[in-house]
T-cell receptor, first 109, second 116 residues
Framework: GQNIDQPTEMTATEGAIVQINCTYQTSGFNGLFWYQQHAGEAPTFLSYNVLDGLEEKGRFSSFLSRSKGYSYLLLKELQMKDSASYLCAVRPGRRALTFGSGTRLQVQP | GAVVSQHPSWVICKSGTSVKIECRSLDFQATTMFWYRQFPKQSLMLMATSNEGSKATYEQGVEKDKFLINHASLTLSTLTVTSAHPEDSSFYIC????????????FGDGTRLSIL
């Protein structure tokens, strides 16, 4: 089966850095994805890791350790518009993405 | 720009009505499309996987006779919620993937379905 865990809620201050962790246990692994979802909207793709290490994309970075079943999404220079849910998702083989329950991030002034 | 188009965005209808939702991939051929459902403050739950020209594969607990999926072409999949009831009210999101290389799944804008 699939099990993906991430914190339910986090709060951070505008301009700061926040790290959202994700741990997973899946049968089969073919990549870990991070999506951003604003309330009432569909998810938008942020990042993808299939090999261990850090992938940087502007203010967003994502890290993966396959041996530990662990990933994190790092958001730098937080802006108010970054308030959203962040979804960790794993692709088990060639099947559909399996999503965690998401982390609701609230950015405060 | 958007790579997956989903229509309609909102549907409000009476109980017992059947509702069709369309999902189109733009500028690429989606060999595989996925249908998810999301209840408020919950994660996306996969309903079914749709491959062009073949029957959809439904997840456990999803009634295939109630949620009819048709994937008639490489750019179009439809989900029909038959005889919808209030408990079917949810946010339905389609997703498409171009199965060449390690491509992310792209999502449509979702359809908010409200059954009165």
């Amino acid at each position: 089966g699939q099990n993906i865990d991430q914190p339910t809620e986090m709060t951070a201050t505008e301009g700061a850095i926040v790290q959202i962790n994700c741990t997973y246990q899946t049968s089969g692994f073919n990549g870990l994805f991070w999506y951003q979802q604003h309330a009432g909207e569909a998810p938008t793709f942020l990042s993808y890791n299939v090999l261990d290490g850090l992938e940087e994309k502007g203010r967003f970075s994502s890290f993966l350790s396959r041996s530990k079943g662990y990933s994190y999404l790092l958001l730098k220079e937080l802006q108010m518009k970054d308030s959203a849910s962040y979804l960790c998702a794993v692709r088990p083989g060639r099947r559909a993405l399996t999503f965690g329950s998401g982390t609701r991030l609230q950015v405060q002034p | 720009g958007a790579v997956v188009s989903q229509h309609p965005s909102w549907v409000i209808c009476k109980s017992g009505t059947s509702v069709k939702i369309e999902c189109r991939s733009l500028d690429f051929q989606a060999t595989t499309m996925f249908w998810y459902r999301q209840f408020p403050k919950q994660s996306l739950m996969l309903m079914a996987t749709s491959n062009e020209g073949s029957k959809a594969t439904y997840e456990q607990g999803v009634e295939k006779d109630k949620f009819l999926i048709n994937h008639a072409s490489l750019t179009l999949s439809t989900l029909t919620v038959t005889s919808a009831h209030p408990e079917d009210s949810s946010f339905y999101i389609c997703s498409a993937r171009w199965d060449r290389g390690e491509q992310p799944q792209h999502f449509g804008d979702g359809t908010r379905l409200s059954i009165l």
